[in-house]
């Protein structure tokens, strides 16, 4: 190690030199940084720095010097990529620079500063602090700048714009320093009030303002311990966090009486840890940015070693000592006393991890060097990636194009990027000649078509290009001159237009371009309405939802003659010691032990007590029984003229209804006497008031459904009936084995759930089904409680509905929502809490797609159905669960998780598991419009993750329909059987959910294009589709990223 001190690195004054409170080095080692009292920013050559004792050398010690500041400057620091350079001082001001590579000015004439060599030009003054300005940091990926100051403020600012975030005033007293997590997860403040905080954030976008930050930056851990009794007469508090993101070094700490240093445990937020090894109190500590290794590169290991990494961290402080600790020793490498003649203000390291520069209150700077292996053999940057890779975070950089085709399809990329942002501020501005939110763009196969309300839009062809733009200036100028008034002084000003904050800014959450039934004015005879595809019930359940219980299947332990209580149970749990298995029988009073009987010949008689089970096993084996609905006077379903349910509870509604079915039950008192003979049930049709047909039924009825297809009704015997729209019933009554609980239609569908939980589903125009009655049990939590001894109480049935291709989908109390697959005979849960207080991507209140389309057009033709069954459910989950507070003890154990060692990818990973649940639902359910937004949002994703292999995966599977498959294993009977076409990724139609595969395909391929990790993986699907051969001829036009986004 030697100690170097150059004389002219100095901020010169007349008496005296002037005080240097902050140094910092860039990202590329070549330049150093300082601060100091006389307001000015000087650059320096560390090139010169190191060859301070050459005497030949001779090119430039000082780059550049910036003064701008009105006061001392306390804070300098670098960006992560060393464009820009930040400055705070006491003038309560934080300056912008940025490094033009034009020639720099001339000096000024009359200056005793030496002629500038950069050119570093001031970008922007921030305002935001009432007092002094004591310390700046970015944050690793440069979105954010936090600065902190004597108000006791943290004040957020962005690394795009540069705009006030956000100001956190959670300190109570002067905050003095401020560090940054290398995984990009949090950043932590130092006070005087003696403690540090930890801040959660997530980096913002190029766009994202005040008002997107509502949410971000918030408190997660507030550390005091190893602060409670730490002096405040310190000037600084700069706390550091390590290479590694494990651990925070922290200034100013104490241990009993003594000055220490404490290291502060990522996600515990422990400070158990110090170090004690100065004589005053510590002011400063720099992690050095390289991990350590006790190995050089490529040295093998010795038998039975593991090579672990290390850091090494710098301090320095009050006594004018300098110490270095390594985390491999528990005593420090060296402290060096005395190196300033006063206290240690900043402590910078290089960027190789083998120099530090220390400044000081005496108006210089010394410069340590280490030799090789000194602190350890610097191991690559990679380590650092993949050390952090665990809290979730990838800090790789940008990368180079491999090829012309990877720069070609990059800026085709981000060509649709920037053409969506102009769309949205052109129609925001009022350049757009048509609203954005009546209509959609389309693009296929390199071709825009324009559609709003149905009708289309005019195109531009031979040569009329130019006409149509002067017209649309001029436009654009008779609306900016219909704005002009005469203010009260008599000036002429243009009236301001007012723009939402939320317009520019590109939300991460879900957006959608299915248009929203509640959203539109239009009329019937304008545009297609919009409907939910779903079955409306017209009776709505019990408050809560049908109550459901589930009967265990343990059977109880018999009791053996002339024994004592319980001992059957002893002699088993006697014999199931060491892991044996008691063998047991079914007695008619319960389990008893096995006995050994002779054989028994001839035929055996049926036990009395089995007898029961030659009835239908649902009656005896069901483990569900539901809730029955009462038996009422008087039940009517009212429907509109499309056959959606309406209120008919009243007169004056039942005028309006065009479809009234009532049943009318009798009277529970017997005109013979006996209560089997009661009257019958009368069933009625009327329309607009006037009775179509009439029918009687012999039992009293509990359910009617029906729509302009079929009517249907179900009474006390589990007994269905149907008839056609005029009376005519369509078959024999269907028999249950047990009494309808719901009773549900959809077009020509119908469902049936009975109280023993048994579904059925039949098709009344083709009187079949397509599948088996299926039991309501394990959406119920059955495999829980299937072995319990007693009943127990299950989640309770909100919502039981059909959509068009008469798929059940449920909804329970729980938030759950259910949907049964025909194809693979099973249930599958497409919503549930889990993704409501994990998931980035649950929104369910600001989005279209909560509607769906599914009505026809002027011609009679249909659209295609985008169910919109997700929006639904997740909005059920949302109230059932969130808003009703049934979710508050998983939040709160989310949060916990969050600020746990190894679950820092937690949320992006549910996240991505979110999205591809949504995928594989709207697959199953074919919602087509739902599949291509959930697919292009996780494609877009995968591509800001990083995900390259499932970004492969991706590619390749929606290619899979499109080439030969040499697996014949795919060409089988069996694996064909029961399979929807269209409805999974093998698909051999060329089809997936509707969309053609190569339209897909060349979205993803689109969104992806752009990020250079992924180029080598999508470069040769953009060559196969001849995205790259069309994009020379200027035809290719994607708005793939504008339905993501």
Not at 402 to 417: C, I, N, R, Y
Not at 763 to 775: E, F, G, L, R, W
Not at 1018 to 1045: F, I, K, Q, W
């Amino acid at each position: 190690m030697r100690i170097v001190k150059p004389t002219w690195l100095i901020h010169p004054g007349e008496k005296k030199e002037h005080e240097i409170y902050s140094c910092h080095v860039s990202p590329d080692g070549q330049r150093l940084v300082t601060g100091a009292g006389d307001g000015y920013v000087r650059i320096w050559s560390t090139d010169a720095i190191y060859n301070v004792t050459d005497t030949k050398y001779d090119k430039p010690r000082q780059l550049a010097s910036m003064s701008y500041h009105s006061g001392t400057i306390h804070a300098v620091r670098f960006s992560p990529g060393g464009k820009f350079l930040a400055s705070g001082a006491d003038d309560r001001i934080v300056c912008i620079y940025n490094h033009d590579p034009s020639p720099p000015p001339q000096a000024t004439f009359g200056s005793s500063e030496s002629p500038p060599v950069e050119n570093w030009r001031l970008f922007r003054r921030l305002i935001g602090h009432d007092n002094d300005v004591q310390d700046i940091g970015w944050s690793y990926d440069g979105t954010i700048v936090v600065s902190v100051g004597l108000d006791s403020k943290v004040v957020v600012w962005s690394g795009f714009t540069f705009e006030k975030l956000k100001t956190i005033t959670s300190h109570s007293s002067h905050v003095k320093g401020v560090t940054f997590d290398p995984a990009n997860k949090y950043f932590a403040t130092a006070s005087d009030d003696r403690s540090i905080k930890i801040f959660r954030f997530t980096s913002p976008g190029q766009n994202t303002t005040a008002t997107d930050c509502v949410s971000n930056f918030i408190l997660e851990s507030t550390i005091t311990a190893p602060f409670v009794s730490s002096p405040l007469t310190t000037y600084f508090r700069r706390c550091s966090w390590g290479p590694d993101g494990a651990h925070i070094a922290a200034a100013n700490a104490v241990n009993g009486p003594v000055s220490a240093i404490a290291i502060i445990e990522r996600g515990t937020w422990g400070g158990e840890t110090t170090l004690i090894g100065h004589e005053a109190p510590v002011e400063v500590c720099a992690f050095s940015p390289r991990l350590y290794s006790h190995y050089k590169v490529g040295e093998p290991l010795a038998p039975g070693a593991h090579d672990q990494h290390t850091t090494v961290i710098a301090c320095g402080g009050a006594d004018k000592s300098l110490s270095i600790w390594t985390t491999s020793s528990p005593r420090p490498l060296v402290v060096a006393a005395d190196v300033v003649n006063k206290s240690i203000t900043d402590i910078a390291w290089s960027p190789a991890g083998d120099a530090l520069f220390v400044s000081s209150a005496d108006g210089t700077v010394i410069v340590v060097g280490f030799e090789p292996g000194e602190l350890g053999y610097a191991k690559d940057t990679t380590e650092n990636d993949r050390s952090l890779s665990k809290f979730g975070t990838s800090r790789k950089g940008m990368g180079f194009p491999e090829t012309t085709d990877a720069v070609l399809l990059e800026e085709m990329s981000k060509a649709g990027e920037r053409k969506d942002v102009e769309g949205r501020m052109g129609a925001l501005m009022g350049d757009a000649s048509q609203p954005a939110t009546n209509g959609t763009v389309t693009t296929v196969n390199g071709t825009h078509d324009n559609k709003a309300n149905g009708a289309s839009a005019s195109t531009i062809v031979n040569g009329d290009g130019a006409a149509a733009k002067a017209d649309k200036d001029q436009e654009k100028l008779e609306r900016l001159k219909n704005r002009v008034e005469i203010t009260k002084d008599g000036k002429k000003r243009i009236k301001p237009l007012l723009i939402s904050s939320s317009g520019g800014a590109e939300s991460s959450l879900p957006q959608t371009r299915l248009v929203n039934a509640n959203a539109t004015a239009t009329t019937a005879d304008d545009a297609p309405k919009s409907i939910l595809d779903l079955s409306k019930p017209f009776d709505g359940l019990p408050k809560g939802g049908i109550q459901a219980l589930l009967l265990g299947t343990k059977r109880k332990f018999g009791e053996m003659e002339g024994e004592e209580e319980g001992y059957t149970q002893k002699v088993i749990d006697a014999a199931s010691q060491n892991g044996r298995v008691p063998l047991v029988e079914h007695a008619a009073d319960g389990l008893v032990p096995a006995q050994v009987r002779p054989p028994k010949l001839g035929q055996e008689q049926t036990p009395e007590w089995i007898r029961p089970a030659v009835l239908n096993p649902s009656l005896t084996t069901a483990q569900v029984r539901l809730s029955v609905p009462r038996i009422r006077t008087h039940v009517v379903a009212g429907y509109d003229h499309s056959g959606n349910p309406t209120d008919v509870s009243n007169d004056t509604l039942r005028q309006r209804a065009d479809y009234v079915f009532e049943a009318r039950n009798p009277p529970a008192a017997s005109l013979t006497g006996r209560a089997q003979d009661r009257e019958p049930c009368r069933i009625c049709l009327l329309r607009k008031n006037q009775p179509m047909w009439q029918d009687f039924l012999p039992r009293n009825v509990l359910l009617v459904t029906g729509n302009e297809d079929f009517w249907a009704a179900a009474d006390e015997t589990g007994s269905i009936f149907l008839w056609t729209p005029f009376g005519r019933r369509l078959n024999s009554a269907i028999i249950m084995e047990a009494q309808p609980v719901i009773l549900e239609c959809y077009d020509s569908w119908l469902l049936c759930i009975n109280a023993v939980g048994m579904c059925y589903v039949w098709n009344v125009k083709t009187m079949s089904s397509p599948h088996p009655p299926v039991s309501v049990a394990p959406v119920l939590d059955a495999a829980i409680y299937s072995l319990a001894a007693h009943p127990t109480g299950a989640p309770a049935i909100t919502n039981a509905r059909l959509n068009s291709e008469g798929r059940i989908i449920i909804t329970l109390s729980n938030g759950e929502g259910y949907a049964y697959a025909p194809q693979m005979y099973c249930w599958q849960r497409l919503s549930e809490v889990w993704w409501a207080v994990g998931s980035q991507y649950w929104n369910t209140t600001d989005s279209g797609v909560v509607d769906v389309m599914s009505a026809k057009r002027k011609d009679g033709g249909k659209v295609n159905p985008a169910a919109g069954v997700m929006p639904w459910m997740e909005r059920r989950t949302t109230t059932e669960t969130l808003l009703r507070g049934r979710a508050y003890f998983l939040q709160r154990l989310i949060k916990v998780l969050l600020s746990r060692e190894g679950y820092e990818s937690f949320e992006s990973s549910v996240s991505i598991a979110h999205l591809e649940n949504r995928i594989a639902a709207a697959l199953m359910l074919g919602s087509k419009d739902e599949f291509k937004l959930y697919l292009l949002m996780y494609a877009k994703r995968l591509g800001a993750e990083g995900l390259r292999l499932k970004a492969e995966e991706l590619l390749r599977t929606l290619i899979g329909g499109i080439v030969e498959q040499d697996d014949p294993s795919a060409h089988s009977l069996a694996a064909k059987k029961n399979v929807i076409e269209g409805r999974n990724w093998e698909d051999e139609s060329g089809l997936v959910c509707g969309w053609e595969r190569k339209d897909l395909l060349r979205d993803v391929v689109m969104l992806l294009g752009k990020h250079r990790d992924m180029q080598r993986v999508t470069v040769p699907y953009a060559r196969y589709l001849g995205v790259l051969d069309r994009a020379d001829e200027g035809n290719e036009h994607v708005d793939a990223d504008a339905m993501a986004s």
